[in-house]
């Protein structure tokens, strides 16, 4: 019998406690994972759903970051089309909305332009036409509203009829209805404003010539211009966004720390109850060093056990979350690698720590008085 | 037999506790020689496992000094390498953990160590206390003379210099305490151990070549044998 073997024959011991305390750590490990999973997948699905309406680069108003409360002039379009490079040039107003019922809706002015308009993808109906009072709905907001096609509903004081359902496959474009600029413009009271542009660059720019065009519309004009993947980047360091990753940060540090604790606790009472086991060990010749190495053998099994089951747990979670329409319909949620290596890497030493303390706990009395203890 | 060379020797060892209320050793001067056979007796609360204790480096005197093969013993980790290589301990309790077999207990005092031939050495020794048919046995599927036999064997499979064994008989009834105790002298003749059991038990006594006893913490009597019966 090796101590590896003995150790884990004492844990089978108690298999009720054993395979509790394993519970315990492989459910804040799972915490931690499906967290960390949120807040990667927050981001993800930022950037997934500015590739997917992609033209190739958005220029921004410099200095602001939420989209909706960006104002450029809408004359700025033609100043950006005279830059050398710069081949079309298309401009979209965002603007955050309720229903008279107090449902949000983030409405997309789209340009009047049947090139930009064939960008958007129909799953029912038809797009709107120019100057109408129309709207395409994604099919999540259109559940959310319970809207279907030929519906009206009432945005900014104004009517629309729905005269269409996008065919968008993330989860932020499912969520947006689109209408004409013009139409947006006149129903916000922002004439003449736009949130964005987005501009197509020549054909065939080398990287070194796209990089002097980029640099030449920010010296020109007060706005930054990013490809889809920065512009993620951008909104995911938003103010909301940051608090709600510190958030889930801090309670995955939590849900981990409190996996330790339990594990401190159970080897805490299982060394308790051996006091003169232990003594006995001391008896036949076991050094305080080789005590301590059976603990924390002990506590890595139960560790590395909780870790294994906590992965798991976090991936069900993770996929089950992902099913439940009112979360997998906003955010995506496929943990990546790190989502699980993190958790583990953090909780392994921390179940050592927690494991120190009673092996420590085990070699503190003289052996005599181990022995003699009822 | 020996041959007159102390294994341990302690020399003023004083021992109290509760805060000094209670004296358990109160100055003892003892050398142990290599090979013999010691009974210490003693009513109950004199100090016998006290010093049994202190010999073995299980409890550490407040006062006095314990010499090892002539060197001083001071550390836990000196007394626990010695525990390991030179000396077996047994108690009246067998402390045996009931989810292991015999063997896996007997198993354990080799534990950690870079002993090769461990099954070997554990047959052996099971062979020795008369257990070799019972090694997959747990505990419980044991009567307690074949436990106190495998707390033994425990004890001995490193064949220490001493045995201390702590009334090795007292949970036992007659014939297990008598068979226990024939195989105790047994091996300590084969295996040239020194050997000190506490006991009430005078009979038991008087098989051993010499007697010490303890009264009030202090040895007040120390007389070897005149004959020695088997
Ligand atoms: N850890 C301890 N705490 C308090 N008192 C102790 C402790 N260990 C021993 N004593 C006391 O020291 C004295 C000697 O104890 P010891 O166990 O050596 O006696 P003993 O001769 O072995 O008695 P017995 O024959 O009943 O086993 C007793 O009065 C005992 O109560
Ligand atoms: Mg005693």
Request: aromatic fraction near 4%; include cysteine; glycine fraction near 8%.
């Amino acid at each position: 019998m090796t101590l590896v073997e003995f150790a884990y024959s004492n844990l089978k011991r108690r298999p009720a406690r054993t395979l509790l305390t394993i519970l315990g750590i492989a459910l804040a490990i799972g915490t931690a994972v499906a967290l960390l999973a949120l807040g990667r997948g927050i981001y993800e699905s930022l950037a997934e759903g500015f590739t997917e309406r992609s033209s190739e680069l958005l220029v921004t108003q410099r200095n602001v970051i939420d989209i909706t409360a960006m104002r450029l002039p809408e004359s700025m379009g033609l100043e950006l089309a005279a830059v050398d490079g710069v081949a079309e040039v298309s401009s979209e107003l965002y603007v955050f909305t309720s229903t008279p019922a107090g449902q949000q809706v983030m409405v997309a002015g789209v340009s009047d332009s049947a090139a930009k308009w064939a960008l958007v993808p129909v799953a029912s109906g038809r797009r709107p036409d120019a100057g109408r009072p129309e709207i395409m709905l994604g099919d999540v907001i259109a559940q959310t509203l319970g809207a279907k096609v030929g519906d009206r509903i009432e945005l900014l004081d104004e009517e629309f009829e729905v005269v269409g359902i996008t065919a968008y496959g993330t989860a932020l474009n499912r969520g947006v209805a689109a209408m004409p600029l013009k139409v947006l413009q006149e129903a916000s009271l922002r004439l003449a404003q736009v949130s964005t542009f987005s501009i197509r660059l020549d054909p065939g720019l080398s990287q070194v010539r796209k990089r002097e065009v980029r640099a030449a519309i920010e010296q020109r004009l007060p706005v930054v211009v990013s490809d889809m993947q920065e512009i993620a980047d951008r909104l995911s360091s938003d103010r909301n966004i940051t608090i709600l990753k510190a958030v889930s940060n801090a309670i995955s540090i939590v849900a981990v720390v409190m996996g330790a604790l339990n594990l401190l606790a159970t080897l805490l009472l299982s060394v308790q109850e051996r006091t003169r086991e232990i003594g006995m060990l001391s008896s036949i010749g076991w050094s305080d060093r080789l005590v301590i190495s059976l603990i924390m053998i002990e506590g890595l099994f139960i560790g590395i056990l909780g870790c294994v089951g906590g992965v798991l747990v976090g991936l069900a979670a993770s996929s089950l979350f992902g099913s439940i329409p009112a979360i997998g319909d906003i955010i995506s949620f496929t943990p990546s690698l790190s989502d699980l290596v993190l958790p583990v890497a953090f909780a392994i030493p921390l179940c050592m720590v927690g494991a120190a303390y009673p092996a420590w706990r085990a070699v503190h009395m003289l052996p005599a008085e181990a022995l003699r203890h009822a | 037999m020996t041959d007159g060379r102390a294994v341990v020797w302690l020399e003023g060892i004083r021992r109290s506790f509760d805060h000094g209320r209670i004296r358990a050793l109160n100055g003892v001067d003892l050398v142990l020689r290599r090979g013999e056979s010691v009974a210490l007796v003693g009513r109950s609360g004199s100090g016998k496992s006290c010093l049994l204790n202190v010999a073995s480096g299980l409890d550490l005197p407040d006062e006095g000094r314990v010499f090892w093969d002539g060197t001083e013993v001071t550390s836990r980790g000196q007394w626990a390498a010695l525990r390991r290589s030179s000396i077996g301990i047994v108690f009246q309790e067998f402390h045996l953990l009931p989810t292991l077999t015999a063997r896996q207990n007997v198993e354990l005092a080799l534990i950690g160590g870079r002993d090769g031939e461990t099954r070997l050495r554990v047959e052996h020794m099971l062979e020795k206390v008369g257990l070799s048919e019972m090694g997959d046995r747990l505990p419980a599927e044991l009567s307690g003379g074949e436990r106190q036999r495998v707390a033994l064997a425990r004890a001995l499979v490193r064949e220490p210099e001493l045995l201390l064994a702590d009334e090795p008989t007292g949970n036992l009834d007659s014939a297990n305490a008598d068979a226990v105790a024939t195989l105790m002298f047994d091996l300590h003749r084969k295996l040239q151990m020194a050997l000190v059991i506490v006991t009430h038990d005078l009979s038991l006594a008087k098989r051993c070549e010499r007697i010490v006893t303890l009264a009030d913490g202090r040895i007040c009597d120390d007389r070897m044998l005149e004959t020695v019966s088997a």
